[in-house]
C-alpha cells in the first residue's frame, strides 16, 4: 500500500539546530520564531479542538443508534471519517509536542487517538515518521519514498514485473484510488509491528510494557468498532459503513499528504548530504496556499516548510511563523516552495507520471 509522506502521530522530534545552530542559516530564523513566541504551546487551542471532536463523535455514535438497521445510517460514515482524520492529525501534532511539552501526556494523547480511536500502533509510526522528518525525501533515509507500490524514482522502477511494473507505468492515476486503502493499510501495518515485535527496520524491537499497552488499545479499538457496527446495523450495513467509513479516512489523509514532498528535491547519497537543516528540509517540501477551510482540511500541514523546520511549532502559529520563513528564504536566496491546492496535486501526480515513463515506453 502507499504509505503516507507525512503521517498522524510521531515522537517528538528534537529541533536538530538547537544548542549548535552557531553560525548557521537557520540560527536566526531560529531566535526569531523563538522571540515571537512562535514555540509556545497553545494547549487551550487544542482542548477545545479535542472537545470538539469528541462531541461530533458522540453526536455520531448517537445517530448511529437512532437509525439503528437503516441504510440511512450509511450517510453517517462520511462523517465519522472527517472525524477520524481530525483525530489523527490531533495524535500527529501531540507526537510533536505541540500539545504540550510533556512527553507522558503528550504519549497518552497519542495512545488514545492513534491505538484506541484509529486502531493505529503509535509506536510503529513514530520510528517511520521520525526518520522521514530526519532526512524529508532522501531516497536511502526516508521511508516514505522508499519502493513499495507506488515508486518515487526513475531508479526504483528497475526490476518491477507482472502486477507492479503495471501499477508503477499508471500510478498517477492509481494514486488516489489507493489511498482509499490507506487507513486500513496504517491499521495493518501498525498491528504487524505491535504483535510481531518490530516497529521499523531500523528498531530493535518494541520494548515489551509498551507492547502490551498498544496491543491492548488495539485490541479494545477492534472490539469497540466491530461491536457498535454490529449492534447499530446488520451485518451487510456493517460491512459497507466500514468500508465507506475506513476508504474516506484514507482518501482524506491521501489528499492531506500528496502534496508535502512529491516531486521536490530527492537527496541522495551523492546530492544533498552537505546540506543544513534549512535547506534539507525547505528543498524538500512544498507548501500549499488557502484559507481557513484549506487549514481545516489539511490539519495545518498545508504550512509543511515551517512543520518541517519547526516540528514543535503548534499547528496554529504555522501559518504566523510562515511569512519570517518566507522572508529568510528569500534573504538566502533559497527557494520556497508554494502553490495552490489544485496545482500542488498536479505537481506531486505529474512527477509520479514521469516517474513511470521508462516502464512506459519500455526501456
Not at 495552490?340 to 526501456?363: D, F, K, N, T
Request: a positive charge; charged letters at 15%.
Amino acid at each position: 500500500m502507499p504509505q503516507a509522506a507525512i503521517a498522524p502521530i510521531a515522537e517528538p522530534i528534537p529541533d536538530p539546530v538547537v544548542g549548535r545552530a552557531g553560525g548557521s542559516d537557520f540560527a536566526p530564523l531560529l531566535r526569531t520564531v523563538r522571540e515571537q513566541g512562535l514555540l509556545e504551546r497553545r494547549v487551550a487551542w487544542y482542548a477545545r479542538g479535542i472537545t470538539v471532536n469528541f462531541l461530533f463523535l458522540g453526536a455520531i455514535i448517537t445517530g448511529m443508534a437512532l437509525l439503528g438497521p437503516s441504510w440511512w445510517t450509511l450517510l453517517l460514515a462520511p462523517l465519522l471519517a472527517v472525524v477520524s482524520a481530525r483525530m489523527a492529525f490531533v495524535g500527529h501534532d501531540a507526537g510533536h509536542s505541540q500539545i504540550t511539552a510533556d512527553r507522558g501526556r503528550g504519549r497518552l494523547v497519542q495512545l488514545v487517538h492513534a491505538n484506541l480511536l484509529l486502531g493505529m500502533s503509535q509506536e510503529w509510526w513514530n520510528d517511520k515518521h521520525n526518520r522521514h522528518h530526519a532526512n524529508p525525501n532522501h531516497i536511502d533515509k526516508d521511508p516514505d519514498v522508499a519502493a513499495d507500490i507506488l515508486v518515487f524514482t526513475q531508479h526504483q522502477t528497475a526490476g518491477r514485473s507482472g502486477l507492479r511494473r503495471w501499477l508503477t507505468c499508471h500510478q498517477a492515476w492509481l494514486f488516489f484510488p489507493l489511498t482509499t486503502l490507506e487507513g486500513i493499510a496504517l491499521k495493518v501495518y501498525g498491528f504487524r509491528a505491535v504483535f510481531s515485535g518490530s516497529s521499523g527496520p531500523e528498531d530493535d524491537g518494541m520494548p515489551t510494557r509498551k507492547r502490551v499497552v498498544e496491543g491492548l488499545l488495539l485490541t479494545a479499538h477492534v472490539v469497540a468498532y466491530v461491536t457498535l457496527l454490529l449492534t447499530t446495523m446488520t451485518v451487510g450495513q456493517a460491512v459497507v459503513f466500514a468500508l465507506i467509513h475506513q476508504m474516506l479516512l484514507g482518501l482524506h489523509l491521501g489528499m492531506a499528504f500528496a502534496p508535502n514532498h512529491k516531486g521536490m528535491e530527492m537527496p541522495d547519497a551523492g546530492n544533498g548530504e552537505g546540506w543544513g537543516h534549512l535547506r534539507r528540509q525547505v528543498l524538500t517540501s512544498r507548501n500549499v496556499r488557502g484559507g481557513m477551510l484549506t487549514d481545516w482540511f489539511l490539519g495545518g500541514l498545508n504550512y509543511q516548510i515551517e512543520h518541517h523546520l519547526f516540528p514543535s511549532m503548534p499547528r496554529p502559529h504555522l501559518r504566523l511563523a510562515q511569512p519570517l520563513v518566507r522572508a529568510h528564504c528569500l534573504a538566502l536566496g533559497v527557494p520556497y516552495t508554494e502553490t495552490g491546492l489544485v496545482e500542488s496535486y498536479r505537481q506531486a501526480l505529474s512527477h509520479m507520471h514521469h516517474v513511470g515513463e521508462p516502464l512506459r515506453s519500455g526501456a
